[in-house]
């Protein structure tokens, strides 16, 4: 009991701590969000131009500069936090952060999530084959594959694809999470999405599962010595069973809560992958936002991705405590 | 009286085992070696490192030098053609490796030795207030997103070098391998010998650093290659996003570099390719010299 | 005959009529396209990647989902020939400084079908004064001249008056998009407002949009809806340089004004016949010296690394060669060719890459070389520059990398530092920094462009970027941009920009480098007449007035 009553204490002291973190880290940026923005609009993104005294006058009327010192703004901060408003977006003016957040949310949701879970059955099977068949030729093409493949930076492999897959041989869409649809539940919809979504799955299976091979196999291997498992073959246990019942789900353990940690990382989006492929999930957002100096929404952003990581951090630990009995009793 | 040899076990104990032939116990560097991969990856390692030190005498030009034409193809004078500002690549290929190297080393020390001071204490004074704030402190440092924090801690300075790249890298990665010696120690901190040391009167500190830390080097070391590996990784990375240090020349600003020219569209293939590459490779070396770290700290994985 | 040879009889005949058909309809398509008309144009989306579904055609948004093709604004400038093509209204008249009258276009209407008035002209202007947020023309505050006391409509005439002299607010003025009082009238705040509909008298309205992909449709009764050939336009992506170009080579992408780098190789080359480009200059990139520090006070020490710059190099590292170099004049030639005083020929405007007379007034002026070859100041203390670029704008980089070069091969000790752009920023406001590259627009309205570069006026706050970033500070060159600012007189106007040109060439305050682009990359294969170099009709920005120039290529 001590030991979950210490993880939730935790949490929402690191929850408190990251909140006042992330008020504080966008205002340290330099830059003026109105001058920013006129610019942008002038210019289209291509560098200098004429920044015109009257329209940076009318953003910042428009924008609104913060009443009150830095205290009273981040108190202020806190009470909106708690009432679950979280301003309004400067980028996206005059629609609400959680407006925008909303947009992007499940294009994320989808596509990091659904890999990271694959990824890690991939990654976790194929670790534990190696394991099994320590030294074979299996084992060597599996660890030096995943390891070469996992080096590989994932922005470069991108590129690589999209030129040839999409580009060249034209089998893939190369930009937008979909095209023509109307986003709802309908098949057409659906399909685009999905077709969409190939090309950057695609990168991510080719580059995440590497972990997983590695730390399980690495950790299958060390239990795969233990002395239970040497009683388990004296008593004529099937391989098979050993394997699957004994090695296997024990070495899950950390995986899992590796798993756990990962799916809350989700939320911070996978911005190269995104501005490769036009995707328009929270990963781009979270780029706008930071090159806008868009503070609601990259406070917001912010929190969400701090949110994720600690949720995930929380259940993880609860996680193991649940299946590790071990880690429970160590710290009462 | 029987005849026996002390077989000496990876963390220090001991057992008498009575007519077998005496064995000389590895010691860690051969155990290493005796990994085929990690022999391949030292080996890369080495000609990696051979090319950053004799980088003046390797490459044909300065890499800055921009008064060559633009966009050459490959021909003997540039082994792999000019970029669109008029740099030899080949020239800045050899010479990126310079920093990429630099960088990793030196990131990668400075996140060891933050994680190790962090996690040593932490670890050690279990349970106490000390241990309670620099657990939280490194449970903060994994939670904030890293993109955000980069970009404030690189636009925050006027000047952008080498030292802030490595500053940054530091700061944004000491916090996950500071977690893995934290429970490392605190599963030795239990161990008879350093209950012994305790009861001789051994202070904090000299606890830490003289007993416990000699037998935690195989999991120091092993994180040291994690953090440099990850070093480059985020040098790579962040020069991709355009935080990098301009004023130098890594792979990373090659592929940056590349990218905003087009690269693709202008089918400037050997410009894409050569960093990445260069990159993949020399990561896949430190993640195969791991291996062998590996080996010295889990001997169950030492039959390979 | 047995059933399947009936099926595949049937199936034949079936088949053959299908394409007998098909070939009738061919011959259909043939004659609409005989008229001219396009089917459908494809460009890039406006609105920022991440909108998804929360389309707004409020023009006021930083995002806004639409800029062009909506709304109109009452005049618009073609910036290259300067002529000003009426729009919404067909006519202006300033009386003295600060009446400004125009008269406003009967026959248009909204694309709800309601009327379009002056007063909606007025509504426009008006709202501005109670929300200072929507008036980004500056027209009620001190912004480029003496804010306006009232806009009212009268009859088909709308009148602003102003409480000074307000000249230099025109160019703003007629660029403000007009927008209809029966549906932003009753919302209180315009800048609040999430526009779902997007009625606006311009020549297309919005036929869907599913959160990415945005479909525009022709108005049959759109005010000049003869001119309007495109009968679709789709708003989609958002790409950079390498995917804008691959979408335009493989034509599913129209047009694109963004940047591509090399545009010859990346686009043009892989089909010439139907692949274009045209970056028309729309302002010059300039080398900004601090003239408050020394060397960059001398003026003699200006003129000197004036003739460093080897802009030929900087047009081809920086634009491969497309960009030509710039007029030390500080006009945009050869398009305002008609304001350089005649004592100037246009060539001679533009300075060459000399090093040999670089040196030579280097050493005149006092700047020797000491023993390692490094330049001294005067009085022989050491000579060290920094020159600071925005680390990330590749144009600039380039343009910068040559020119530290260039000072370097003359002995100058000159240290190139990339630094973030709001780096840069800040030591625009700061002053602290040696030299920068900076902009100079190219627009027509001479006194808010090269005027304002060198009105004393004008120099950078703690808060805000303005102009005169080399902080220029001379008594009669304020008088000239005054005056300019306030004449209306073409006369008077040349001869007054005769004088900063004068002031440009002798004094140097800053030193033209490129001309600047404004971008157009294009296929012909579905649209034709669009500006090109042989036939510059008006700027690549002017959208609305190329749409009224496209039409089908003809069947030859």
Known sequence: MRYFARRIGFFIATLWAAITLNFVIPRLQPGDPAEIMVRKLASRGTGDAELDPAKVRAMRAMLGTPEGSLWEQYVEYLRNLARGEFGISFTYYPFTVSEVIGQALPWTLVLAGVTQVLSFLVGVTLGAFAAWRRNSRFDSIVTLGSTFLGTLPQFWVALLFLFLFGYTLGWFPTAGGYSEAMPGWNLEFIAEAIHHSILPAAVLMLTVPTGWVLGMRNTMVMNLGEDYIRLAKAKGLPDRLIALRYAARNALLPSITGLALSLGGIFGGLILIEQAFDYPGMGRLMAEAVSNRDFPLLQTLMLFSVVGVLVANLIADMLYGVLDPRARKAQA | ?304 | MSRRQRAAAVLASLTLVAAMTACGSDDAAESTGSDGMIEQLVFPAEGQASQGGLANYNVFAPNPTLWNGLFEPLMIRNSLTCEIIPWLATEYEWEGGDKLTFTIRDGVTWSDGTPFTAKDVAFTFNVGKQYPAADRAGLWNDSFGAPASSVTAEGNKVVITFTGNAVPKFEGIIGVQILPEHIYGSVGDPTKYVDEKGIGTGPFKVASYNGRRLVLERRDDYWQADKIKVKKIVHEGQYDAAQASLKLRSGELDAYTGEIPNPQRSFVDADPEKNHFFYAPAGMTVLTPNLTKAPFNDVKFREAIAYVMNKQEMSEKATYGIMKPASQSGLKLPYAAKFLPDTYTQEATILPYDVAKAEALLDAAGYRKGPDGKRTMPNGSPLAITFSVQAGWIDYQAIADVAVRGLNEVGINTRLVPSAPESVDAQKKSGDFDLLLEYLHGGCDMARNLGSKLHSGQFPTQTEVRSNVERWNDPTTDATVDKLAASTDEAEQKALIGELVDTMMTKFPVISLLYAPERLIYRTDKAVGWPSEENPYVNPGARLVILTHLTAPSKS
């Open chain 2, 1 to 304: 009286m029987t005849t026996g040899t002390t077989a000496t076990r990876g963390d220090g104990d001991t057992a008498t085992v009575e007519g077998v032939e005496p064995v000389e116990s590895p010691r860690w560097y051969a155990i290493v070696w005796r990994s085929g991969k990690a022999r391949v990856g030292i080996v890369i390692l080495a000609v990696y490192v051979l090319v950053a030190v004799f980088a003046p005498l390797i490459a044909p030009y300065d890499p800055t030098r921009s008064d060559f034409d633009q966009l050459l193809e490959p021909s003997a004078d540039h082994w792999l053609g000019t970029n669109t500002t008029g740099n030899d690549i080949f020239s800045q290929l050899i010479y990126g490796t310079r920093v990429s190297l630099l960088v990793g080393l030196l990131g990668g020390l400075l996140s060891t030795a933050i994680a190790l001071v962090v996690g040593l204490i932490a670890g050690y004074t279990e349970g106490t207030l000390i241990d309670e704030v620099l657990s939280f402190v490194t449970n903060l440092a994994i939670v904030v997103p890293a993109l955000p924090l980069m970009i404030v801690l690189v636009s925050y300075s006027e000047v952008r070098g080498l030292p802030l790249i490595v500053f940054v890298i530091g700061i944004i990665s000491w916090a996950g391998h500071a977690r893995a010696k934290r429970s490392q120690i605190i599963t030795l901190r239990n161990r008879d010998f350093v209950t012994a040391a305790k009861f001789a009167g051994d202070s904090m500190w000299r606890i830490v650093f003289r007993e416990i830390m000699p037998n935690m080097i195989s999991l120091v070391a092993a994180g040291f290659v994690g953090a440099a590996t990850g070093a480059i990784g985020a040098e790579a990375g962040l020069s991709f996003l355009g935080l990098g240090d301009p004023g130098s020349v890594s792979w990373g600003t090659m592929l940056y570099q590349a990218q905003l020219q087009g690269a693709e569209a202008q089918g400037l293939w050997l410009w894409l390719l050569a960093p990445g590459l260069a990159l993949s490779i020399l990561i896949t070396a430190l993640v195969f010299i791991n291996f062998g770290i590996d080996l010295v700290g889990n001997p169950h994985l030492r039959d390979d």
